[in-house]
């Protein structure tokens, strides 16, 4: 079936989820123009074609064209010569539930992982403080074990959840079409979703202050031995896993919603940033090994936590000038 200029404006338009203002604002006029070319009443000009060319990702033949009715390619899917996948509305609303449950899976392997110290910590300080008649040996004895069961606990949740993901690997590296509609449907879930993934961050963060606060105070009335700081320390890592939980999982589905939609992270420019895509894995395979050697070896749990937050501020860095390299290559 062929398909005129203001059909195509439609379903495009509508694609992406925009309203007739919205479009009509992108493109610097009236909505009364937009719902004009839309009736068929009128035409726009030249350059309006060429910035809704832009604008929708399509070529200025396939608006213009009626016998044009397949939606071409952008040039970044051309260039790689493969077939495109297209995404269907059941394959997303599939896929983001997944997400959410892969979420949960994740977050709550991440919040057993910062709690493995926790039970060696309150083990210390009741040695410290006489209690139970605890021993050094008793303390690290024990207290490795409940490590080591912890971790184990924790990859319960991080293999299955892993497995269960794999098979949508293909949205981090592929670019890929969308279906009608889907695009304004994941638009809609991520608009609402969002106040709820700032009161995550930023319960998150307060409970991480609040912990260290604990920890400090502890330090200053704790004056007659450690005791009370270790287990202060103990108590901020609950605060921290706790806080890891409510950001990981808010941050993996707010995740799920740009790689459907190919923004951020997840954008076919950086889709095609195979050096970072090589480098990404080995660099936290590295940080986990350096993490879990780091601590065996000082068993200071309490401290070694440190490394993630400077491993991500690192990755971070590490990304921009990967990304702006690439960027740079392709301009």
Same mark, same amino acid.
């Given at each position: ?19 007739q203002e919205e479009l009509a ?102 040695? @410290?403080?006489? !209690? *139970? ?10 207290? /490795? =074990? ?11 949740? *991080? ?19 969308? @279906? ?16 709820? *993934?700032? /009161?995550?961050? /930023? ?6 202050? !609040? ?18 700081? %270790? ?5 901020? !890592? ?9 950001? =990981?999982?808010?941050g993996i589905i707010k995740d ?15 889709? /095609? ?29 309490? *401290?070694?936590? =440190? ?5 991500? %501020? ?16 392709y301009k």
């Amino acid at each position: 079936m062929k398909m005129i200029l203001a059909d195509k404006i439609i379903d495009e338009r509508k694609k992406n989820g925009w309203s007739q203002e919205e479009l009509a604002e992108k493109l610097g006029v009236s909505r009364q123009s937009v719902s004009k070319w839309e009736g068929a009443q009128s035409v726009p000009d030249l350059q309006r074609i060429l910035e809704m060319s832009k604008l929708f990702g399509v070529s200025t033949d396939y608006l213009l064209k009626d016998d044009e009715t397949v939606r071409p390619v952008s040039e970044v899917e051309e260039d790689t010569g493969k077939a495109i996948r297209r995404v269907s509305m059941e394959e997303a609303n599939a896929f983001l539930n997944e997400n959410g449950k892969f979420a949960v899976k994740i977050a709550t392997g991440v919040l057993i992982s910062v709690l493995c110290p926790v039970p060696l910590l309150l083990l210390e300080a009741s040695k @410290e403080a006489g !209690l *139970f008649g605890i021993t050094d040996a008793i303390a690290g004895g024990a207290g /490795t =074990v409940v490590i080591l069961l912890l971790i184990a606990a924790a990859l319960v949740f *991080f293999i299955p959840a892993g497995i269960a993901a794999s098979k949508w690997e293909w949205l981090e590296k592929e670019i890929f079409d969308t @279906e009608y509609g889907v695009d304004g449907m994941v638009k809609d879930r991520a608009e609402k979703f969002q106040p709820k *993934f700032v /009161t995550a961050i /930023t319960s998150g963060t307060v409970l991480i202050l !609040l912990g260290v606060i604990g920890v400090v105070v502890s330090a200053m009335v704790d004056g007659h031995g450690d005791a009370l700081t %270790v287990a202060m320390v103990g108590v901020m !890592l609950m605060c921290i896993a706790i806080a890891c939980f409510m950001i =990981v999982n808010a941050g993996i589905i707010k995740d799920g919603h740009s790689k459907l939609l190919q923004e951020g992270d997840y954008n076919k420019t950086a889709k /095609t940033n195979y050096v970072l895509r090589a480098v990404a894995p080995a660099y936290w395979l590295t940080v986990t090994a350096g993490y879990l050697l780091w601590s065996f070896l000082t068993m200071n749990w309490g *401290f070694t936590w =440190v490394v993630w937050p400077v491993a991500g %501020v690192l990755y971070g860095a590490i990304a921009v000038i990967l990304n702006g390299v690439h960027e740079a290559k392709y301009k």
